[in-house]
């Protein structure tokens, strides 16, 4: 079974400052991975996704994850934070076979940007 | 972008009662799913819906709960009688072929069960 871990129901970051959202995972074979952003009362928007490759990716609104096959994790990162960044922030994994594979998420964290 | 719809935004019903979720998902996507997230907690894995069919269903997605595709456009799930551990939000999400891409999420129904 697949099963996802953020450790922190929250996080708190000055604005301007470098911000990390921990998440570590766990699934059979190779992962597909995935940080997803909840507003409130809005759906889940999708952010950035490992797929292969090169273990930093970058997504949207200067968000970047990397991933570390060694430490089964998939931080979220970003160099200087903004308030408009705080949200609900999730990371999900599925495994890398079958188009209809579920995915499933960590229970996520809540980002809190300070100005 | 395209995006996936979802109607209504709320829906507030009686116990017992039955009710219909609808969603329209991204027009070229082929495998369609229900996520579901109790206020405050996580977001839950319901079930998955390719080619006409369920591909997966968690435990929570008993005989109380059924999906269908009625057209070429529309995908939803019915709750045949309701019950207040139903209340959530329901996402509905549609993807591509290919697993490697992102599940498409739509903004959700609130479902309220009184």
């Known amino acids: 079974a697949q099963s996802v871990a953020q450790p922190e129901d929250q996080v708190n970051v000055a604005e301007g400052n470098p911000l990390t959202v921990k998440c570590t995972y766990s699934?059979?074979?190779?992962?597909?991975l995935f940080w997803y952003v909840q507003y409130p009362n809005r759906g889940l928007q999708f952010l950035l996704k490992y797929i292969t490759g090169d273990n930093l990716v970058k997504g949207s609104y200067g968000f970047e994850a990397e991933f570390n096959k060694s430490q089964t994790s998939f931080h979220l990162k970003k160099p200087s934070a903004l308030v408009s960044d705080s949200a609900l922030y999730f990371c999900a994994v599925r495994p890398n076979s079958g188009g209809y594979q579920k995915v499933t998420f960590g229970i996520g964290t809540k980002l809190q940007v300070i100005p | 972008e395209p995006e996936v719809t979802q109607t209504p935004s709320h829906q507030v019903t009686q116990m017992g009662q039955e009710v219909i979720l609808r969603c329209v998902p991204i027009s070229n996507h082929l495998y369609f799913y229900w996520y579901r997230q109790i206020l405050g907690q996580k977001v839950e894995f319901l079930v998955s819906?390719?080619?006409?069919?369920?591909?997966?269903k968690s435990e929570i997605f008993d005989d109380q709960f059924s999906v269908e595709r009625p057209d070429g456009s529309n995908f939803t799930l019915k709750i045949r009688s309701t019950k207040l551990e139903d209340s959530a939000m329901y996402f509905c999400?549609?993807?591509?072929?290919?697993?490697?891409?992102?599940?498409?999420f739509g903004d959700g129904t609130r479902l309220s069960i009184l």
């Open positions: 819906f390719y080619n006409n069919e369920i591909s997966e």
């Open positions: 999400a549609s993807g591509d072929t290919y697993s490697n891409q992102p599940q498409h």
């Open positions: 699934v059979s074979g190779n992962p597909y």
